[in-house]
């Protein structure tokens, strides 16, 4: 059974109307992805939050009578709240007060498979929750596990906090060792010279979609926010048969909890791995620009806006109406993850733009030197493949990574005509 949930808001000055609704709309869809009911909605026009009750006095008995009239279960706040509104908001209300950030930080307990996003979930929820103890200590059973034996003289809020303390301290040993293994991947792949795309966006906008459209893969999709957490890589074969890897990362989203940011923080780092990155932005939604530059702003702050950038405008299908994009320094494309010509028409832009990060190349290799053959047939990128009777040779034109060890063959051959 659905939880009924009322959702509160502020506008302040500084968020235009539509701004505002585009984010009470992302709550919504927040609510519902964690399996929650919209029942009703609070909103207040304010200049700043009420320091004691983010909302004025007159709002926060609307609400009490908006609980009883609605029969909700849950009351969710589209801002952080302090620990102290909290404590307030509680004593005032006889049902359990959230914030957005706690609501995201249950949808990706909820969606975290892997060990490490269990483990960077959990690291979130306690850095979450450390500075909101005051009047939660009944929380923590919900967390797993029990307080430790108290020491004479303690109070309950302070084991509370060494717990936690001590929680955090092993979650982040054990995170060392699940990132030390990640890391090793990521080393082979680089060793393997391996081209990786990244797919990023705002959240729900289809990048699970592509990777599936474009690897074969099945993966998980759904609509709704945070569908992928963990971190898929999977192979695709561009079309020149040059194979590369497609990793499909967790979504962004406006104000994503800066706790969530810290401990996915090795999650992100794939991001900074990718040699390009296609940012999947959905083109239906009437807040896309606004979206696109919260990525923006993220890429920033991961410190990934130097990789080349692809602009995937999907859901072309779904326009209602025509909406003027800025010009894109980035090659971009208009498509709809569901049509097969465009599917291909992005593995062509794919392919370009690897190209541009290669050189070309034209060599002839005796037949009989097979591990060569072999070589570059596995780690070129083959446009043009002929065998010459005369010399015995196949003639190879083509493309190759700057840095890659199989320009040592390349230049051997060249050297020898």
Known sequence: MKEKVIIVGC??????????????????????????????????????????????KGKVA????????????????????????????DREMNVRVIDRTQMILDIFASRAHTKEGNIQVELAQLSYLLPRLAGQGHTLSRLGGGIGTRGP??????????????????????????????????????????????????????????????????????????????????????????????????????????????????????????????????????????????????????????????????????????ITFPEEDNPYLFLSAYNDDDIMALSELMEKTVKEQMNYYQVKIPVQDGKSLSDIQQYTMIQQEQLDEETNCFEYKGYVLKDHPVNGVIKKYVQDV
């Open 153 to 322: 003289g303690e109070t309950k809020l302070e084991t509370d906090r060494r717990y936690i303390l001590k929680k955090m301290d092993d979650l982040k040993k054990r995170l060392v060792d699940v990132q030390a293994h990640r890391e090793s991947y990521r080393k082979q792949r680089r060793n393997n010279n391996t081209v990786q795309f990244a797919l990023v966006g705002y959240t729900n906008a289809g990048k699970s979609t592509l990777l599936t459209k474009l690897s074969g893969a099945q993966t998980f999709q759904e609509n709704l926010l945070f569908a992928t957490l963990d971190p898929l890589t999977r192979k695709m074969t561009l079309p020149s048969g040059y194979p590369v890897l497609l990793t499909d990362t967790v979504g962004f989203i406006r104000d994503l909890p800066t706790t969530l940011v810290a401990a996915f923080r090795s999650t992100l780092e794939e991001v900074k791995e990718a040699d390009i990155l296609l940012h999947v932005v959905d083109a239906s939604h009437s807040e896309a620009l606004s979206q696109m530059q919260t990525v923006d702003k993220l890429l920033k702050e991961l410190d990934a806006q130097s990789i080349p950038i692809i602009t995937v405008f999907n859901k072309n299908d779904q326009l209602q109406e025509t």
């Open 62 to 89: 609307e609400l009490i009578e908006k609980v009883t009239e609605t029969k909700a279960d849950l009351i969710v706040f589209n801002d952080e709240l302090s620990p102290g509104q909290v404590r307030n908001l």
């Open 11 to 56: 506008r302040f000055p500084k968020m235009n109307e539509q701004q505002f609704q585009m984010s009470m709309d992302e709550l919504k869809a927040l609510v519902n992805t964690a399996h929650g009911e919209v029942v009703g909605e609070i909103v207040q026009l304010r200049d700043r939050p009420e320091p004691a009750t983010y909302i004025g």
